[in-house]
């Protein structure tokens, strides 16, 4: 992930407070149902775009022994994409964007939009800000790690226009790896993060909010963001660059795929009522923080040299 200044989210404890996020999403793990009833993904006509965080020319962030986020990015999407044309998903995209930071975002925006997909998942491997990092030396070269953090992380942004939809993907996602031991970072809501704090939408599945990632805000079509895991912690740099590991994500991102494609076409009330439950909750934050949507709006700031361009 990269980090670029941001005024911050709500505070989670301003959310939990007013709209009990757990108990509130008690029956959301029963979003899958729809298989239960006989109900079938048509996985030959359900098109994914799998976008390729970052570019060989802004390659995001550097892991603990000094790989660059983009090969981490590309690594895990070409697995991904075998597995889930493997699995039927015979239109999946394997989106890989070059060129400079500010460019290829509005590059692979064009793009996606283009394909019309049902849905687009973002690749991406995470990092942490600047201060929580030490300096140690691998391979006889000086590098930084933070052991702090670790485990994956699932964004929406308020601004897609297929909200309710980012938000349910995003969380059959984030169950799904949780079903297969993945647990999710929490870091993000806590106040040390200043700027960086993120608003928990989803605490189940570890689903955040955050409206100015540019490539979920400008797709039309349902987007989620995932970070895999920390790359700046050095166990963890070497668990994502594990085949078991890849396969293991990939085989969530194919079931949340396929249960999320049998919720579209089904349209079954129940999914549709747990759905749109979350966008109520996502929706009536905003009333706490009446300048947040000026704050979402802000344009993007570089940090400097220890900083990296946004998404």
């Not at 729809?34 to 390729?52: H, Q």
């Not at 790989?67 to 590309?74: S, W």
């Not at 793009?111 to 991406?124: K, M, Q, T, V, W």
């Amino acid at each position: 992930m990269t980090w670029s200044r941001r005024i911050p989210i709500v505070s989670i404890a301003v959310v939990a407070s007013s709209l009990a996020l757990g108990a509130a999403w008690g029956e959301t793990p029963d979003i899958a149902a729809p298989k239960s009833d006989g109900a079938k993904c048509a996985r030959d006509k359900f098109r994914v775009v799998l976008d390729v965080g970052h570019t060989t020319d802004a390659p995001g962030a550097s892991s603990a022994r000094g790989v660059d986020e983009y090969v981490f990015n590309l690594r895990l999407a070409k697995v991904i994409d075998q597995k889930m044309i493997d699995a039927g998903f015979n239109k999946t995209v394997l989106m890989v964007t070059g060129g400079p930071g500010n460019k290829s975002m509005y590059e692979r925006v064009g793009r996606a939009n283009g394909l019309s997909p049902d849905l687009l998942l973002s690749i991406h491997h995470d990092s942490v800000p600047d201060k929580f990092k030490e300096k140690w030396e691998y391979d006889g070269k000086p590098a930084v790690f933070s052991d702090q953090f670790s485990g994956h992380s699932i964004f929406v942004s308020d601004n897609n226009v297929h909200l309710q939809e980012s938000l349910l993907f995003g969380h059959l996602l984030g169950e799904q790896l949780k079903s297969r031991g993945m647990q999710y970072t929490p870091h993000y809501t806590k106040s040390f993060m200043g700027r960086y704090q993120r608003q928990l939408l989803d605490a189940d599945a570890g689903v955040y909010r955050y409206d100015t990632l540019f490539v979920l805000k400008k797709s039309q079509m349902p987007a989620v963001l995932l970070e895999a895991g920390s790359i700046v912690n050095r166990d963890e740099e070497l668990l994502m660059a594990s085949p078991e590991r890849q396969l293991q994500i990939s085989a969530a991102v194919i079931d949340a795929v396929d249960a999320f494609c049998v919720a579209q076409s089904t349209r079954q009330p129940q999914v549709a009522q747990s759905a749109r439950r979350m966008t109520q909750v996502a929706r009536s934050v905003l009333r706490h923080r009446p300048n947040q949507t000026a704050a979402a709006a802000a344009p993007i700031t570089k940090m400097g040299q220890s900083g990296l361009d946004a998404h």
